[in-house]
């Protein structure tokens, strides 16, 4: 308890020490971030400080475009908000990427996209940002190749492990990288065949998805457990040394004695920590923190979405503080618009979004 203590304070204090040089403007002098000798945390690779991830997913602007739909006729706009989500007090960025942007077909990668990928890096060096790297996303269906959609199980997640090598290849030199997340919320089907890859729209976007439609004999864990294998395996096979992780619907919030799947310890065995997406309800942060306990499987522990969305400001600040002994890090939200332009939103949500904003400043630089 107390390292974590620590460890977030430290992390808190992280922003304003870019002046200093510990967070320093150029790639070079930026410290490679890696799991503690213990397990129990995360630290600076060169100086052992630990490091606690506070930041945000810059997965859409205030319009609702995908950062790639933007960041080639748009760039000044990607280098502004780098340095508003900084001023924030930020340490990290959590970026995702559409397979279809990074795969032309099902072997030939998209080296125009890898480019900027490239620049985005630098980028976030230069301003002081870890870089929470999510991929295969299928958020805009539309944007879905065919080709991709067509393809079985096995052939598919070949062309996810093609994806991630090319990836890889881009970022295993930059210490910019914090991680690798190999997919935003995957799912496995039921007894029957789901039919469709992706599961559910949101918002005009599709967040979570399908890594097999049908069981064919096997046990969902068997699934997990090859699917995070083969991933895991391309990867490593380019870059040895950043972390990989991959973030989870926590379904021991909704179902009563729900255990993890992907973070299982035989499942999980190539990732190097856990992440969780949580929105506590109303009323039931105790509730929440139990189910949050249950991610405690000897590894790191990233909320890696939270949002007052289902519960008031004050309930999210006390889930947060409670759940310090046992987290290393939250990544909240941040679409492009800077308090001062919510604040002229005359509506509920920009009253919203100013109080989450100055509530997360705030607390990047508390205590």
């Given at each position: 308890m107390t390292q974590r203590l620590l460890a977030f304070g430290w992390a808190c204090l992280a922003p304003l020490l870019t002046s200093t040089g510990v967070f320093a403007a150029d790639s070079p002098q930026l410290e490679w971030i890696k799991v503690s000798s213990d397990n129990k945390g995360f630290v600076q690779a060169r100086s052992g400080e630990p490091f606690v991830v506070w930041g945000v997913n810059y997965d859409h602007d205030r319009g609702g475009a995908?950062?790639?739909?933007?960041?080639?006729?748009?760039?000044?706009?990607?280098?502004?908000?780098f340095k508003e989500i900084k001023a924030?007090?930020?340490?990290?960025?959590r970026i995702h990427l559409q397979l279809?942007?990074?795969?032309?077909?099902?072997?030939?990668?998209?080296?125009?996209?890898?480019?900027q990928l490239a620049k985005l890096l630098k980028l976030a060096a230069r301003t002081g940002l870890y870089i929470d790297l999510t991929g295969l996303g299928c958020y805009h269906k539309q944007d879905v190749p065919k080709w991709y959609d067509k393809l079985e199980e096995s052939e598919r997640w070949k062309v996810q492990a093609r994806f991630w090598q090319a990836v890889a290849k881009v970022c295993k030199d930059s210490p910019a990288i914090f991680c690798y997340d190999l997919m935003n919320e995957p799912v496995l089907p039921g007894k029957k065949n789901s039919g469709e890859w992706l599961a559910g729209e949101f918002g005009g976007k599709y967040f979570v998805q399908r890594i097999a439609r049908e069981l064919k004999g096997r046990s969902r864990k068997e699934i997990a457990k090859a699917w995070v294998a083969q991933l895991s395996s391309a990867i490593r096979e380019v870059d040895p040394k950043h972390m990989i992780t991959v973030g989870v619907i926590p379904w021991a919030l909704t179902f009563k004695g729900a255990k993890p799947l992907f973070h299982d310890p035989e499942v999980g065995k190539p990732l190097d920590f856990v992440s969780v997406h949580f929105y506590p309800r109303t009323g039931q942060v105790d509730a929440a923190l139990d189910a949050l306990k249950v991610y405690e499987v000897g590894k790191p522990l990233v909320i890696e979405e939270i949002f007052p969305l289902k519960c008031s400001l004050e309930e999210l600040d006390a889930f947060i503080k409670k759940s310090r002994v046992y987290t290393d890090g939250w990544i909240s939200f941040y679409w492009g618009k800077t308090i001062k332009e919510y604040q002229k939103d005359a509506d509920i949500s920009g009253a919203l979004m100013t109080q989450w904003l100055q509530y997360f400043q705030e607390n990047s630089l508390a205590k």
């Open positions: 995908l950062l790639e739909d933007y960041w080639r006729d748009d760039w000044e706009t990607v280098v502004e908000d924030l007090g930020a340490n990290v960025v279809g942007r990074y795969m032309k077909t099902a072997k030939l990668p998209d080296e125009a996209n890898l480019e």
